[in-house]
């Protein structure tokens, strides 16, 4: 062929400025004056962005991808039927302080959390396979990894967008909590101050089971089997916990049932909560008095969500994931 | 009802990473019954403090959830179940072969650790040991047919099976009275109730109730989700991407 | 005893049209189904292989409905293009254990057959999920070749293997269909088709656009005019002759050999010898430029 065709599509995405010269190496023409234009991939010299916008982009997919954005109606249903139910006790509460006309929360900033620990565990145990099972099932790490981005990166920006859209969801309810309250003409100061606690709560809270879920995802594969696992990992532990509680206090050993609730990520919140912010306890649990049930509450967080990026940065130690 | 059907199955269930879970969760539940009989020195009433709630609410929906998707959900969901759904073994047939092996591994890894947690953790005579035993097994096999046939129904199976066994049965039946007659837990325990007698209201074994209606609502339900099962199986749309 | 019948059927999902009024019928031999990805060859294959229901019309074998009828598939062996199998059983065991489920009275004897003429007795005893995608591929052609079916429905069979295993798979077809089974392959790789499909059904966009033998079709695609390459020992005189002549729309000499363009196939292939006996010219070469299924399948996808 000695004509050159015009290829659809490439007009749009020619670079107008760059003369013809420089569209590429052409072969030396031949003596009878054959010649082949490289008219298939255009170089590309202009700005290009930088790992900072990639990891962004990444965060923001995922935020997306946790609350259906971008996906099929179908997979909307689950995470907003969870946010829904999620936001009902506020609506409830509100309602009950008007009826009953008493002067404080029926449940408090930080209680909150621990008391719908179910229905979040199912919104995480639902949005973690989500965000890594599907790129580690089909093999498209590969295409993740050969951009300007690394393994660190990416786990980061998973694990960021999976926190910050539990801390929206969570911060969220906390945020209809005080709306209903100031409503209910509630003495604002406390309710602010109240608010602001449980916003730092279930801040800490989004980080932990976000660190958790993933890692139990990056494990299982397929989807069905990650959801099943973690929900079965965080209520197993919860259900445990509240039975090693118990024997310990019958058998006479209060320190220990003091340390056990760490164990749970719900009550070792509420201990932090507890123990920084001077709140009430959610379920009555006893947390350890001293400064040293305090530093174990707090590193024992700070392990955690560490170890858990750890384990997943190197989970992703192999491209290709599988 | 089919021997091929049901040794595929068998190799399923077992031989993926799932059945992990099939052995570590039981045995959680017997070091748990060995560390509340040391703490409570056997006292009837601790082991049905940690049956009723954590055995009999959290670990038996759940197993029986994980078997029941295991045995045709993931098979569905990656397509691998057409060599089975391409022979001429009416559909009926096969989901019935699934069904028993899952009711089996349901028994085996869910009901008799748990007889075996009650029988450790402390009981008096046998007592205990029966009524939980019957009251597992009734409430394994609704659930674990409830879970196969959502398994066929929609690919949302684990969220919805633990919305229902999860949410609704446990918390919601804490605070909302009505649901408790909705819940194939309550259900169940209807025939521990009956089989304790006199016992039943001292250790605050209950349900709201009464047998025949339960053991009624048991076999619908059980029934029920079989039907739905074998008229979805059968019209199953299997297309091979395009 | 083995004639899949397709009357005006068609499949939709709310909007979208995946078939729209087809109209077959597949008959012994082995039979292309072809067609650009998304014309909609894996839903009439499902639709034939009773995994999917028309939204109308009918689907029938020898009569019998392909739709819920089980039994169906003692005639019918589907090779699916879903990767997906029984990864925690041998290769062996699977073939046995689908052996049995056809009823057959002597199942290993029969899987045993079966994975020898898919060449896969070798690797027979090891786990399936050790197998390549190739063997895989031969797995499932051998679950359903193991009944022994009259009826052959592969969809998109040649994917993932070597060229060993192609020609060999195309051999296997072959033999299949001269004993005078119905097999029926999809795909969107010419070249297969062209090389051992009898019959061809080209499918675009959901419509039943050809069938048939593809030089046939290529003849009565009339508005097309044929194109042929001579190469002779005087081209010149030759094209000057054929333009007096005017049997021909367009002589062209500039590639080198002698390209010519004809409205009228009868008219030009009877006056070309005697134009050129009549100049005492040689032909060397003749060949038909575009009898290919390839251009036969892009005129169609054009229309």
Known sequence: ??????????????????????????????????????????????????????????????????????????????????????????????????????????????????????????????????????????????????????????????????????????????????????????PVGAQIVGWAGGILTVAILALILSGIALVIAAFTLRRGLGVAAIITGLLVVSGVVQILIAIAKDKGYPTAASYLPALNPYSLVDGLAVRLLGVDPSNGTAYPAGPLGLLVYGSLAVATVGACLAILIRRYHKVGGV | MNPVVMRLTMSGLLGRRRAILFVLLPLLLLLLAGLVRWASGGEPQSTVDLTSHFALGTLLPLMCLLIGTGVIGTEIDDGSIVHLLAKPVPRRTILWSKLIVAWGASLVFAVLPIIAAVEIAGDEGTRLGWAYGVTAALAALAYTAVFVALSVVTRNVVIIGLLYALLWETVLGGYVPGVRNVSIRQWALAAAENMLGDRAPVWGVTSDVSLSAALVLLAATTIGAIVLAVRRLQTLPLTTRD | ?????????????????????????????????????????????????????????????????????????????????????????????????????????????????????????????????????????????????????????????????????????????????????????????????????????????????????????????????????????????????????????????????????????????????RLARDSGIRLLDVSPADESLESVFAYLVAR
């Open chain 3, 1 to 273: 005893m083995s004639t899949l019948v397709l009357d005006h059927v068609s499949r939709w999902y709310g909007n979208v049209v995946a078939a729209n009024d087809v109209t077959m019928t597949i008959g012994p031999g082995v039979t292309g189904l072809l067609g650009p990805n998304g014309a909609g060859k894996s839903t009439l294959i499902a639709m034939m292989g009773g995994f999917l229901a028309p939204s109308a019309g009918t689907v029938t074998l020898d009569g019998t409905p392909v739709w819920r009828h089980p039994g169906i598939y003692r005639t019918i062996g589907l090779v699916p293009e879903t990767e997906a199998m029984y990864d925690m059983v041998t290769g062996w065991q699977f073939v046995v254990a689908n052996a049995r489920l056809q009823h057959l009275p002597d199942a290993e004897g029969a899987a045993l057959a079966a994975l020898e003429t898919v060449e896969m007795v070798d690797a027979k005893d090891r786990d399936i999920s050790t197998y390549s995608k190739g063997m895989k591929q031969r797995v499932k052609m051998a679950i359903a070749l193991v009944h022994d079916p009259m009826v052959l429905l592969l969809d998109e069979p040649f994917n993932g293997m070597d060229p060993r295993q192609r020609l060999h798979l195309m051999d296997l077809l072959r033999r299949l269909g001269e004993q005078g089974r119905t097999v029926l392959f999809s795909s969107h790789i010419l070249e297969e088709v062209e090389e051992i499909a009898g019959t061809i059904e080209v499918l675009v966009a959901g419509r039943h656009a050809a069938s048939g033998d593809f030089r046939r079709i290529r003849r009565l695609m009339t508005e097309r005019p044929h194109k042929y390459t001579i190469s002779s020992s005087d081209d010149r005189r030759l094209a000057a002759a054929i333009i007096a002549d005017g049997s021909a729309d367009t002589v062209d000499l500039t590639s080198g050999n002698l390209a010519v363009q004809a409205p009228d196939l009868g008219v030009f292939v009877h006056a070309l010898p």
């Open chain 1, 1 to 186: 062929m000695s004509s050159v065709e015009p290829v659809p599509g490439t007009a749009a995405s020619a670079v107008p400025a760059v003369p013809a010269a420089s569209a590429g190496p052409t072969l030396p023409a031949t003596p009878t004056g054959d010649v082949i234009h490289d008219i298939g991939f255009r170089h590309y010299d202009g700005h290009r962005f930088g790992r900072g916008w990639v990891v962004r982009s990444l965060l923001v997919e995922t935020v997306r991808g946790v609350f259906g954005l971008g996906r099929p109606a179908k997979s909307k249903v689950m995470p907003w039927v969870l946010i829904g139910i999620l936001l009902i006790p506020p609506l409830v509460i509100a309602i009950v302080i008007l009826l009953t006309g008493s002067d404080e929360l029926s449940i408090s900033y930080t209680q909150y959390p621990g008391s719908m620990e179910l229905v979040i565990s199912l919104f995480v145990a639902g949005a973690a396979p989500y965000c890594v099972s599907r790129d580690l099932r089909h093999g498209v790490m590969p295409l993740y990894l050969s951009r300007p981005m690394r393994r660190s990166d990416y786990v980061l920006a998973k694990f960021a967008g999976l926190a910050i859209s539990m801390f929206a969801v969570l911060a969220l309810a906390e945020t209809l909590l005080l709306v209903g309250a100031l409503l209910m003409k509630l």
